[in-house]
């Protein structure tokens, strides 16, 4: 009996000991000296999660600790900590004017997992720096920003609206149509080619990034975030998403090949064959980071990002205007005025429809699909409003905070137009507008993103009138699933030709 309870007793000390030690090294770079941001007191091993942290309700809980804590607090994800930032006046001062402390990538552990830190999403110092010049001089070499991507941008919205015919007003689920009409745009700069809408393998690699984003924004995709580990020797629908991932990877690998193989230095057709030509240029150059890992992971990251940003956007846009009818008359409004239905939109368009503009980016803010933001990394220790944030420590940069910060918007939790509008009706912009981030690691995609959300939403409205499926006053604007990101509610509508 004596045995036993010593031996209890010497294995209680060797847990408790593994703890401390692991609660030691929580914190990278951590001193006593230094004053850490506040924050809940964390359990060995967990961290906040199932106390202060509602794996479900994962954004409502870190709204709440900021309530307590202030707009910079601690947090621990699991074992890792993580600095939580708030508020536009510390964003600003973190992201732009401390851009190169705070501009390192923080984890994304199942893009890392896939990736294995190739690519442009996950990866920091010179592969960062090299790769997202790379990729933003490629873009716009294709005319991102420019009238050829445009014409690509009104020729694919003319697809997106033969389809929408061919749903004879009937009621349909409009998730897949603003997938593929989005991804689109970007296969044709990044592969050189559109997919036909009834592409099915296609189709099925689009259904496998909508469930890889519904995991990530899942109980079980924060646990794996926590715990990436652990959670890979456990089985589990875990594994299903990573396959989902694993094949997306395949699929750009395949693509590659058939690059390489007929590929003309002098004459690139598209993002693979400009870097596959980098790669020729840079064979000799043991600094290089163009080599295929990272044209494979880039390509990724490209295709992912390119495809479901915009398309949530989209597909949230369409649910408010459905619960707000009189809103999409005025848009239709100005575009008879403007544009009439004798041409297709074009950007030129804009700046003549501010009230288009207006519901656009008021959109963006009260969909507010990315409201954590992408991680960041601390690259030293650095002073944030009497703070010490060690190096290497992870940041959540909380972009709703900006987005629904009342001291810029005098109606953050309501969806309201005049946000963006002055007085007289124009265009008013808003500094604290951060739906793409800001500073170092602002979306590379941000030009396109904003020409397609207006060149899809007008297209798609001056052809078509819609229609809910139920009393626009139920309509609920709540999202489906709220934790790293923002996913609406499922709904179907009809679009009757105009």
């Known amino acids: 009996m004596f045995l036993l309870e010593a031996t209890t007793i010497i294995l209680g000390v060797c847990v408790f000991t593994l703890i401390l030690l692991s609660l030691k090294k929580d914190v990278p770079g951590q001193r006593q000296d230094l004053r850490l941001p506040p924050g809940p007191i964390p359990l060995p091993l967990i961290g906040n999660l199932l106390i202060q942290l509602n794996a479900r309700r994962l954004l409502r809980s870190l709204l709440k600790l900021r309530e307590k804590f202030g707009s910079i607090y601690m947090i621990h994800l699991g074992p890792r900590p993580i600095v939580v930032l708030s508020g536009y006046q510390v964003l600003k001062e973190a992201l732009v004017d401390k851009k190169e402390e705070f501009g390192a990538r923080g984890k994304i552990p199942l893009a890392e997992y896939i990736l294995q830190g190739y690519g442009i999403t996950v990866s920091n110092g010179e592969r960062s720096k090299q790769l997202r010049r790379f990729v933003l001089m490629t873009l716009r070499n294709f005319g991102m920003g420019k009238r050829s991507i445009e014409k ?8 997106l609206v033969e389809a929408l015919r061919k749903t004879n007003r009937l009621p ?46 899942s109980t079980l995709g924060l646990i794996f975030a926590c715990f990436p ?17 694993v094949e997306l990877k395949d699929f750009v690998t395949e693509k590659i090949k058939v690059h390489q193989e007929t590929l003309d230095p002098n004459s690139p ?13 840079e064979k000799e150059n043991p600094e290089t980071q163009f080599y295929i890992e990272n044209l494979v992971g880039s390509t990724v990251n490209l295709f992912f990002a390119g495809t479901e940003t915009v398309s949530t956007t989209l597909r949230y846009g369409f649910l408010i205007l459905l619960k707000y009818p009189k809103v999409e008359e005025k848009i239709h409004e100005e575009i008879e005025r403007v544009i009439g239905r004798e041409r297709c939109p074009s950007m030129e368009d804009r700046s003549r429809m501010p009230y288009t503009d207006a519901v656009i980016h008021e959109v963006q803010r009260f969909a507010d699909i990315i409201p954590t933001g ?14 010490c944030i060690p190096k290497d420590t992870d940041v959540f940069p909380m972009l709703t905070t900006a987005l629904h910060d009342p001291e810029q918007f005098s109606d953050p939790v309501h969806f309201n137009p005049n946000h963006f509008l002055n007085e007289n009706g124009t265009f008013k912009k808003k500094e604290a507008f951060l739906p793409f981030s800001t500073g170092k690691r602002v979306c590379l995609g ?33 999202p489906e699933l709220s934790t790293v990101g923002h996913l609406p509610q499922a709904y179907t509508l009809c679009m009757l030709p105009r």
Do not use: W
Request: hydrophobic share 40%; charged share 25%; glycine share 6%.
């Open 269 to 281: 057709r598209d993002f693979i064959d400009c870097f596959l030509k980098k790669m020729g240029e």
């Open 172 to 217: 349909f689920d409009p998730t897949f149509f603003f997938s593929q009409s989005v991804s689109n745009i970007i296969c044709s700069v990044v592969f050189g080619n559109r997919f036909d809408y009834e592409d099915q393998k296609y189709l099925s690699l689009l259904k496998n990034i909508n469930e890889v984003l519904r995991f990530m924004n």
């Open 374 to 387: 992408l991680p960041h990394s601390v690259t030293q220790d650095v002073q944030l409003q009497g703070y």
């Open 446 to 478: 941000e030009g396109l993103a904003r020409m397609e959300l207006f060149l899809f939403l007008t297209t798609i409205l001056q052809n078509f009138t819609l229609k809910p499926t139920g009393d626009a006053e139920n309509i609920d604007l709540t």
């Open 152 to 159: 690509r941008i009104q020729e694919e919205a003319h697809f």
């Open 229 to 245: 580990r652990i959670m890979k020797c456990l089985p589990g629908p875990h594994h299903g998403r990573m396959r989902n991932l």
